[in-house]
């Protein structure tokens, strides 16, 4: 009988031990759920990015190949930058559309503003450059940072912390190029993340669209007819 009851006793988990198991799995479930839960977000989040998000992404990666393609993609993603209308205005030979996002658009670790399209007048002449491309937040160098996988390479870009221009070009058009710039204009932050290119080497870009067909905005009228008026006195 003694026997008995001591083999009872040593075979018998004790209340301390079952608790001592108890915690170490609790504290297993807990790392799981915190280690596994935010990587199953993470995956979700990526493979379901928003179609806004995704659009704004393709029209991006577009603008850094500085042709057509560009434009018919900005196009067709319209919808993920939000605008209310197309600011025209004349600044040192140049007639400069903008469109301002409301709100601002962050994609690819850059926060879009807005776009720019610019020409460099001539006196009455065919213009004789241009640029476009999209405003962004960050200092020249900060953007040519967060792009750093679109332009591989030890030395993607040159230049100063002004001006930021890519290093690979365009074969047979010299006189284009895809590049950061620090705005010169008062009360203006952050870079233009833009092509710029003269009249020989616009390539299939000429000519360039009308800012509003693009967003299918409506210009305001004072600034319509400033443009109309300054075209015709340039």
Request: glycine share 10%; proline share 6%; net charge neutral.
């Amino acid at each position: 009988m003694a026997g008995k009851s001591a083999g009872s006793i040593v075979g018998a988990p004790c209340k301390s031990t079952l608790d001592l198991a108890k915690g170490v799995r609790s504290r297993r479930e807990g790392i799981l759920f915190r280690v596994v839960v935010p990587i199953l977000i993470a995956l979700w989040s990526a493979g379901f990015a928003s179609p806004a998000v995704a659009g704004a992404e393709r029209a991006v990666e577009a603008l850094f190949a500085c042709d057509r393609t560009f434009f018919e993609v900005l196009s067709r993603e319209r919808a993920a930058f939000r605008s209310q209308e197309v600011r025209t205005f004349f600044y040192e030979h140049q007639r400069i559309d903008i469109v301002k996002f409301d709100p601002p658009v962050e994609v690819l670790g850059l926060r879009l503003t807005g776009y720019r399209q610019a020409l460099g007048l001539n006196y009455g002449l065919q213009p004789s450059s241009f640029s476009w491309g999209f405003q962004v937040d960050e200092t020249p160098a900060g953007a040519a940072l967060a792009l750093s996988k679109y332009f591989p390479g030890e030395t993607p870009f040159r230049g100063t912390m002004n001006m930021l221009e890519a290093t690979r070009g365009f074969p047979g058009q010299p006189g284009k190029l895809f590049a950061f710039v620090k705005p010169t204009q008062a009360g203006e932050t952050g870079a233009y993340m833009e092509c710029h290119t003269g009249r020989n080497d616009l390539g299939d870009v000429e000519p360039l669209p009308e800012v509003e067909d693009l967003f299918f905005e409506t210009w305001d009228s004072q600034s319509r007819w400033l443009a109309w008026i300054g075209g015709w006195l340039n």
